[in-house]
């Protein structure tokens, strides 16, 4: 099936730090999103965006949060400063239309020091 | 409480048996969502399923939209459908989609 990829798939900072995840979503997809999963626990809704704009988001996606997709590039996920309970799975999704299967990247395991 | 409600939590099966997993719903919903977790966490989509009965090989899932419950079944399980099977639920109302997942089901296959 179509492919999202993420880089990297881990990484690991000192609190504190920036740190950006990056998605290379489905190539003609235009709805793009992050959920976070903690280990052993459910997967979570952080944030959509579409046509340049965060459409919505959870009371998850702090104000450290931010989100972009420059010039059709990676669509990126960026957390600064970082802090020990962002230690997560980040996984990215794309869909083609805003209700439509979403495709699910592998994940960046992001473990905060 | 929780908006997706997945039952078993866990289920041990041998090689060859079927499995019914299920998973209801607390609201209404637009669509829903089946996924494969694989042991090493990457998630791989198994059916966008909205309403009615979709298969693909081994595996049905059954959404019934009025009744807020999809089920996913197994056929003749083999080691490798070992792992967790998750299902999510988009129901923001817009066209913009979020998914609320489930706890999972975490699927055992012994030979």
């Known amino acids: 099936g179509p492919k999202v990829l993420q880089i990297p798939s881990h990484q690991i900072i000192d609190m504190g730090q920036m740190v950006t995840l990056n998605c290379d979503p489905v190539s003609n997809h235009l709805y793009f999103y992050w959920y976070k999963q903690i280990l052993g626990q459910q997967m979570e809704f952080l944030v959509n965006f579409y046509n340049g704009k965060v459409m919505e988001k959870s009371k998850l996606f702090k104000d450290q949060f931010s989100v972009e997709r420059p010039d059709g590039s990676y669509f990126t996920l960026k957390i600064q400063p970082t802090a020990l309970e962002d230690s997560a799975v980040y996984f990215c999704?794309?869909?083609?239309?805003?209700?439509?299967?979403?495709?699910f990247g592998p994940g960046t395991r992001l473990l905060v020091l | 409480g929780q908006q997706v409600q997945q039952s078993p939590a866990s289920l041990v099966l041998q090689e060859g048996e079927n499995a019914e997993l299920q998973c209801n719903f607390s609201t209404s919903l637009n669509s829903m969502q089946w996924f494969y977790q694989r042991p090493g966490g990457s998630l791989v989509s198994l059916f966008y399923n909205p309403s009615g009965t979709k298969q693909s090989g081994r595996l049905t899932s059954t959404t019934v939209i009025k009744e807020r419950r999809s089920s996913l079944h197994i056929s003749s399980s083999q080691t490798t459908d070992s792992g967790t099977y998750l299902c999510?639920?988009?129901?923001?109302?817009?066209?913009?989609?979020?998914?609320?997942f489930g706890k999972g089901t975490k699927l055992s296959v012994k030979s």
């Open positions: 999510a639920m988009e129901n923001s109302g817009g066209s913009n989609a979020k998914l609320t």
């Open positions: 999704a794309s869909s083609l239309e805003g209700v439509d299967t979403q495709y």
